[in-house]
């Protein structure tokens, strides 16, 4: 049923509650390198060649030069808690068969997702190798790191996913369209984190590795 | 009722969703950096001002001024999209003010659908105006003012129609769009004197 209310963060929360830090990123809107989208909320890092992608749904789409890792991350600005937060991810991965390529997005205290944080960073992401590994939930705390499958499925097959991870007290809890995918208990953040979209050409292959990313919104709960 | 989340507010976590945005179209300066004016003809301008986003043409007769995504982000799809904007005219006569969709700029009335509000000799009007490779209107028997309108377009594989603050006025089934669009809003003066509007709120989404 729908309800109108006065503004749109009600719709969210009743204004007895704290309002939190919240952003929503749409991905959509012209590619000069001056709009917000790389001024206001994120940081591309790393060779590649990105731009908004002129399609139907089309979005933001990253393709690393061979080889490499390019990550748009808040440029170090952690605004979310390692233990009470979220995101909502939607996005598609395309490309990196033969050759190996990997995407992750979530939250992340370094400017890179692969392996353990450095500087006991934190991260709560989803990642997704192309050839190795089931679609996954990862944690750490920047001296260990869990990886735990939601499913059987592949995320490298070129269609959009909706993805939602959840920082919790004693838990990080990971869902793919709307189901409860995995839930990690080990080597769980325990610092600062942002919002982070990244993706890796590991195989050095020209095979169009990339990923396009419509939607992330994250808030502190 | 609250949402888990923003997302949640328009879809379930079940549903991938399509591109959507909101643009207020509030704070200081200069346009929203999402959005890029084209000069058609003549040398407009757009600016914040107490109601939204002002934009002007230039002062020669035809002069029109379009704010769009640049053509970099046709993102909406032809036969399956909503729009909803808020726009005025300020300029009482020899003017129209559009919104709604359009796959480019120029002076023509190719691949769009629009909530076009003029004032100029025969044509005073609201209409639902949309393009294929060739154009043309339906009158919502509303007459134009220097109001704000709040229009709702939605385009489908079989019609375009229009809600004009919160009514139904317009259904077309003749010259619909069919390649992928970006929001646009386009002003025209029909005489050698600048003319000028407000946007104040635009909404689009994949249906």
């Not at chain 1, 990690?184 to 050409?201: C, F, G, H, W």
């Amino acid at each position: 049923m729908t309800s109108s209310k006065e503004s749109v963060i009600e719709h969210l929360q009743p204004l007895t509650t704290t309002i939190k830090q919240r952003f929503v990123s749409d991905f959509t809107g012209n590619d000069d390198t001056f709009r917000d989208i790389l001024t206001y909320h994120w940081t591309l890092n790393g060779t590649n060649t990105s731009g908004m992608l002129d399609e139907i749904n089309g979005g933001y789409e990253i393709t690393p030069a061979a080889g490499q890792n390019v990550i748009l991350y808040t440029n170090n600005i952690r605004q979310f808690n390692y233990n009470a937060s979220a995101f909502i991810v939607s996005t598609s991965a395309h490309g990196g068969n033969p050759n190996r390529a990997e995407c992750s997005f979530g939250f992340s205290g370094s400017n890179e997702f692969s392996g353990i944080p450095v500087g006991s960073e934190s991260k709560a992401c989803f990642e997704q190798d192309s050839i190795y590994n089931y679609f996954s939930g990862c944690t750490s705390q920047g001296t260990g790191e869990t990886i735990t499958a939601l499913g059987t499925f592949t995320f490298y097959d070129g269609n959009l996913h909706i993805c939602k991870g959840e920082t919790k007290a004693s838990s990080c809890e990971f869902s793919h369209a709307g189901i409860l995918g995995c839930v990690i208990t080990s080597n769980l953040p325990d610092s600062k984190m942002q919002p982070a979209y990244e993706v890796r050409n590991i195989g050095a292959g020209t095979d169009g590795a990339k990923g396009r990313i419509q939607y992330f919104e994250a808030w502190n709960t | 009722m609250t949402y888990g989340s923003f997302y949640e507010i328009t879809n379930p976590l079940t549903t991938v969703t399509g591109t959507r945005f909101v643009e207020w179209f509030g704070g200081q300066g200069q346009i929203p950096d999402r959005w890029k004016r084209h000069d058609v003809a003549g040398s407009g301008n757009a600016w914040a001002d107490q109601w939204g986003l002002h934009i002007e043409t230039g002062s020669g007769s035809s002069n029109n001024t379009q704010l769009d995504f640049g053509n970099d982000a046709r993102h909406f799809n032809p036969v399956g999209a909503k729009t909803i904007g808020i726009i005025r005219k300020i300029t009482a006569e020899n003017v129209f003010i559009d919104g709604g969709f359009k796959d480019g700029y120029g002076d023509d009335n190719n691949q769009m659908s629009f909530c076009h509000i003029e004032e100029y000799s025969s044509l005073d009007g609201i209409y639902l105006m949309t393009g294929a490779s060739s154009s043309s209107s339906t009158n919502t028997g509303v007459a134009e003012d220097e109001h704000f309108h709040q229009y709702e377009i939605e385009l489908t594989a079989s019609n375009n129609n229009m809600k004009l603050d919160g009514t139904l006025v317009a259904t077309k089934t003749d010259n619909l769009p069919t390649t992928k669009t970006q929001p646009a809003f386009k002003i025209l003066t029909r005489t050698s004197a600048a003319a000028s509007g407000i946007i104040q709120y635009c909404e689009a989404w994949n249906t």
